[in-house]
């Protein structure tokens, strides 16, 4: 059997950098402002237990904080795999919308779009895929679901779109 490997255009290339580069930026800053929150708002809250809060959207209670380390890397790795789907859906709509792209151009521009793409990120989370998943939405309209739609607005749709952003050599 022979396997036919399709090699990458420099263009490709680029643009998988892009993404995984902004998908790696949104994991570490979403994970520090969603465990930092965590912690200031629960006094039973570890850094473990945010992630393995997380891997409950998969496993469920009480497997989630039954499954220790386990648990917890499953979490940070579903975090991951979240930024990185919505980093790769960002990085296809602005190559095929020419407005986005053109917004986008300019870092005022790219901010902007970021802040419109957090809070559709944080929206569709919320109400759409974590209801799908083993865990609770954030009730709409409480104070948490709104800090955590800012944090959205700062940390999520803003790095994604600047790292993102077609025309910029890094």
Known sequence: ???????????????????????????????????????????????????????????????????????FLLGLAMHFAVALTWAALYGALVSRWDALARLGARPAGA???GVALGAVVWCVMDFVVVPMTRNAATPFGTRIWWIVLAGHLVVVGPPIALLVRPGVRR
């Open 111 to 113: 901010v902007l779009a």
């Open 1 to 71: 059997m022979t396997t036919t490997v399709l090699p990458l255009s420099p263009t490709a290339r680029l643009g998988a950098r892009r993404v995984l580069a902004a998908a790696a930026a949104v994991w570490v800053l979403d994970g520090l402002f969603a465990t930092g929150l965590c912690l200031s708002v629960s006094p039973t809250c570890t850094v473990m237990r945010t992630w393995q809060g997380v891997a409950g959207a998969l496993v469920g209670r009480p497997a989630t904080f039954d499954g220790g380390v386990a648990t």
